[in-house]
């Protein structure tokens, strides 16, 4: 049983996609710091100050007015829209560049593929070459071209 799991675990699909979620979790970290440091702000700065990650709905009347949205949940129930919003607006950013990513990857593969495809000129066997060579030897030694032979058969 040990062996049979071993051979599940070392699949090229399995490892492939225990990297494919690493490197995600990471890249996910990334983008929400990208969000909430960087894009968050200047959004907030542009509608006068805003702080999305703050807003919320009270659901409760024990939820003290102003208070921010984590005091607020330890007070009461709140529907805390302003993180969906961030959180929303990170799903953007990280779809908008897996898009690009794969985008590039697909226009390479395509290149790669148009590589493949163009047809390359068949190789010539080594007794029809031989045969070329003799008739050109024979055209030279009568004073004729090559041209001027007419092959026969299939030469």
Do not use: C, H
């Not at 999305?52 to 007070?75: I, R």
């Not at 290149?111 to 060579?133: G, H, R």
């Amino acid at each position: 049983m040990l062996d049979e799991f071993k051979k599940f675990a070392m699949r090229g699909n399995v490892v492939d996609l225990a990297v494919g979620v690493i490197i995600g979790v990471a890249f996910g970290a990334i983008v929400t710091s990208i969000v909430e440091d960087i894009i968050m702000p200047i959004v907030g700065a542009v509608t006068g100050g805003l702080d999305f990650s703050n807003y919320y709905l009270p659901l409760s009347s024990t939820v003290q007015e102003g208070a921010s949205y984590d005091d607020a949940k330890k007070q009461g129930a709140v529907i805390g829209y302003g993180k969906f919003l961030t959180v929303a607006l990170n799903f953007l950013i990280v779809a908008w560049v897996l898009f690009f990513v794969i985008k590039a990857m697909n226009r390479l593969k395509r290149q790669e593929d148009a590589k493949a495809d163009v047809p390359q000129a068949p190789e010539i066997p080594a007794d029809v070459k031989l045969l070329s060579e003799i008739r050109d030897l024979l055209a030279t030694d009568r004073g004729a071209s090559a041209s001027d032979i007419k092959p026969v058969g299939k030469l």
